[in-house]
């Protein structure tokens, strides 16, 4: 069962907003109200927008105003770059209205299927992550048509995503590991679990910390 996410507090998004820019090494605010200012003219103004005030116009001055450009350039979540582009194409695409954005999403007694990045940013009661088996998470890399092995960096990445991944469950977290798994040419890889879920369960463990 799925609930609807509350909506955050404009200090709770400041604070969210700050971590960001930090991360992409930005420079700090010129104040230390700044961020809370401009989410404020841009999410609590003093004249509020028409509910069926364009989309696109909206996001285009939220993106100004918190320089969300240069967040999204400069952060080492490098899948940060297109979401804004996407989110304002869709926009005009689908001529979409202030009120579409702000009714937020409900999906109630249903199971709802995405994947670790589109799921950023969402919150669910329950999460069911499938196939945590090693070549899958971390996943191996196709390099002019050869499959190896993820460098140092790329794991990193991938163990952020996995991070992303974990953290939608509110309330109950299932990870499904097994043995292998069967490609899809019908062959067995005995791969076993994922390196991320054998570490998780190495520092969970009062048996292996005792040791």
Request: aromatic share 6%; charged share 25%; glycine share 6%.
């Amino acid at each position: 069962m799925l609930r609807r996410a509350e909506a955050q507090s404009l200090a709770s998004l400041a604070r969210s907003l700050a971590t960001l820019r930090t991360d992409a090494q930005l420079g700090p605010p010129t104040s230390r109200l700044f961020l809370l200012r401009a989410l404020q003219t841009c999410l609590d103004p003093e004249l509020p927008y028409p509910a069926d005030a364009r989309a696109d116009t909206w996001l285009q001055q939220l993106r100004a105003n918190l320089d969300l450009d240069a967040v999204a350039e400069s952060h080492p979540d490098q899948d940060n770059i297109g979401s804004l582009d996407d989110l304002a194409d869709l926009c005009q695409l689908r001529n979409l209205k202030l009120q579409d954005l702000a009714q937020g999403e409900q999906v109630l007694g249903k199971v709802l299927v995405t994947t670790y990045h589109s799921a950023k940013g969402r919150e669910f009661n329950t999460v069911i992550l499938p196939g945590l088996l090693e070549e899958i998470i971390p996943y191996d890399v196709n390099d002019r048509g050869r499959w190896r092995r993820p460098t140092e960096t790329e794991r990193a990445e991938q163990r952020r995503t996995f991070y992303v991944a974990l953290t939608r469950a509110e309330s109950t977290l299932h990870l499904i590991v097994g043995p292998g798994y069967y490609t899809r040419n019908g062959y067995w890889r005995s791969s076993g679990p994922s390196d991320f879920v054998v570490e998780m369960a190495e520092r969970l463990s009062p048996t292996t910390n005792q040791a």
